[in-house]
């Protein structure tokens, strides 16, 4: 999964994964990440077409097969996507984490983690924002074998505009997402009057520094009553962490502890959970917050002090920030429009 790696001047750092499991080691005895196995070309094909997973096998080989501008209909060449060797074995081993949480999931389980995932804006046969499969969403697809109705519920900075894409028309699975308003964004979607068949997509835009308790306010009041009027029987949940007001890629202004009173909230419904990882681009928040996340849904108690264990030249000494940005209630007028908008 650390080989999924676009090079050292592109800001998706697998190291984020590594220290994100040092730090759930040092906090939890007996923790382990479990080996999923390699990933399976079938799984991919839930969601992308054959010939584009094609592509992706075939460029991963021998960047050099295309030139620049053949690769751009598929996603590729750009600054956001550039080939590299092995992209096909490392973005399907991303994938089994994922799928293998979702497995787990669909055969009994209440929760299981695929940290390495959530990359959720490629679509079915493009590469798109750092993502070549879209795993969030072949998660959604194991769990309907089972499950009647999914929600994917999506917490990061920007719009989850590949899974709301690849499930539009099927009101089975409704996708929530609350993010940087696509006015002023990446990927440019995700606004309100983007509903679904059936309503099923809901989506959440917010200005540029909105501060976290009026992001925190938006996600309970704009998300959660739409969750429980779908009344789903299995959730999806992205944990991006770039909403956090240091995120280098974004403009929120949410602080470590109201992102996580989100996570909480998707708890509070009692259903089972594929947890999945998602953006996230300061390495002093991504691995605290994760390792949180991974934490609270679990059930695990722990004190706010990271473990003195874990390097200090990391940048992290507690999971919850000391010092929230000021001022607070910032966009709160446009975010209560944002709900008001909405129907349920």
Same mark, same amino acid.
């Given at each position: 999964m650390t080989a999924y790696d676009f090079g050292p001047q592109h800001p998706l750092k697998p190291v984020r994964l590594e220290r994100t499991v040092e730090l759930l080691g040092a906090c939890v005895g007996g923790f382990e990440a479990i080996d999923p196995g390699t990933g399976s070309v079938k799984d991919a094909l839930r969601v992308h077409s054959l010939e584009y997973v094609e592509t992706v096998r075939t460029l991963s080989d021998d960047a050099s097969v295309m030139c620049r501008e053949e690769m751009w209909p598929w996603g590729f060449g750009t600054s956001d996507n550039p080939v590299f060797e092995g992209m096909f074995e490392a973005s399907l081993s991303y994938v089994s984490g994922t799928v293998r949480a979702a497995e787990e999931v669909r055969d009994g389980a209440t929760l299981a983690f695929g940290i390495a995932g959530g990359l959720h804006h490629a679509q079915r046969s493009r590469a798109s924002g750092f993502c070549v499969f879209n795993d969030p969403a072949i998660a959604c697809a194991v769990l309907r074998e089972r499950f009647d109705r999914v929600a994917y519920i999506d917490i990061d900075l920007h719009h989850g505009d590949g899974v709301q894409a690849l499930f539009f028309d099927d009101p089975t699975v409704m996708t929530c997402s609350i993010h940087e308003t696509g006015k002023r964004l990446y990927p440019g979607t995700g606004f309100v009057e983007e509903r679904g068949a059936g309503d099923s997509a809901v989506n959440l835009p917010l200005e540029p520094f909105t501060t976290g308790d009026v992001w925190l306010w938006t996600f309970e009041n704009g998300i959660m009553p739409r969750l429980r009027a779908f009344q789903p029987q299995a959730i999806v949940l992205q944990m991006g962490t770039d909403p956090h007001f240091l995120d280098p890629l974004g403009h929120f202004q949410v602080a470590a502890?109201?992102?996580?009173?989100?996570?909480?909230? @998707?708890?509070?419904?009692?259903?089972?959970? *594929?947890?999945?990882?998602? !953006?996230?681009?300061?390495?002093?928040? @991504?691995?605290?917050?994760?390792?949180?996340? *991974?934490?609270?849904?679990? !059930?695990?108690?722990?004190?706010?002090?990271?473990?003195l264990s874990v390097p200090r030249e990391w940048g992290m000494t507690t999971f919850a920030d000391q010092d929230l940005p000021l001022p607070r209630n910032y966009g709160r007028r446009d975010a209560e429009l944002v709900v008001a908008s909405l129907t349920l």
């Open positions: 502890q109201e992102w996580l009173e989100a996570v909480k909230l @998707v708890q509070s419904l009692g259903l089972p959970i *594929v947890a999945l990882g998602g !953006g996230g681009y300061e390495l002093s928040c @991504v691995p605290r917050m994760w390792a949180s996340a *991974v934490m609270t849904l679990s !059930g695990v108690e722990y004190d706010d002090a990271i473990p």
